[in-house]
């Protein structure tokens, strides 16, 4: 059972696990913001980062909805909604990609 | 193997000579140049601003030369990809493959390319007489690494 709790002002407690997120390119732009560090609690996943997200409403719910084309970045790799997060990690979320 | 991400340009020339340099085995150096066009989905781009995910980028280019190294029989890769402000007909990206042959050089360029396209971090912003827009994701991009 993960309980997961996410403040806008961290307050850190024995278990909290902070997390760096980071919001690129169009990301950034349309969520008025390039970073910012959400502290969880239990055995937060990925998942719990986007539902906790998703629940500002808003741009982040729009911009985050089901089926939006969005990939998700652990510490620089692409991951999974179940990937577990530890204290430090860096989630990011990643519009679709446009180099070359 | 080499993967630079930067703002200034670069000399294809210079890079493909440094890459095969004193390697007699080489019988086969390809080469891709990315430019910037000045039309694109009929707006008139005056400028390109390349943004990326430093940290992410280096690692995401590394990866995807190794899985070329994997695939193909080649001998060295380097990649350059600019980032910041460009202009129509400034250079943004450069592979080069040394190879034996031809076949393994122009495949794993051209894979290089494919895989760079969907899977490495970077993101294009136009300015057009309209406005600033960020460019889309192409489906023909997705088709084209599917392929591999």
Redo the contacts between chains.
Sequence with gaps: MTSTTLADNPSPTATAVRVRV?Y???LREALGRADETLVLEGQPRIADVVDALRARGDAFARELAPGR?VRI?LN??LATPDSTLRDGDEV?F??????? | MTVRVQSGDFDAGVEMARLRAGDARVGAVATFVGTVRDMNDASQVSTLTLEHYPGMTEKALEDIVAQARARFDVYDVLIIHRVGELKPTDQIVLVVVTSAHRGDAFDACRFLMDYLKTRAPFWKKEQTPQGARWVEARASDDEAAARW
């Design positions: 980071v690129l390119a169009r084309a970045a620089h790799a990011a990643l519009p679709p990609v446009t180099g070359g």
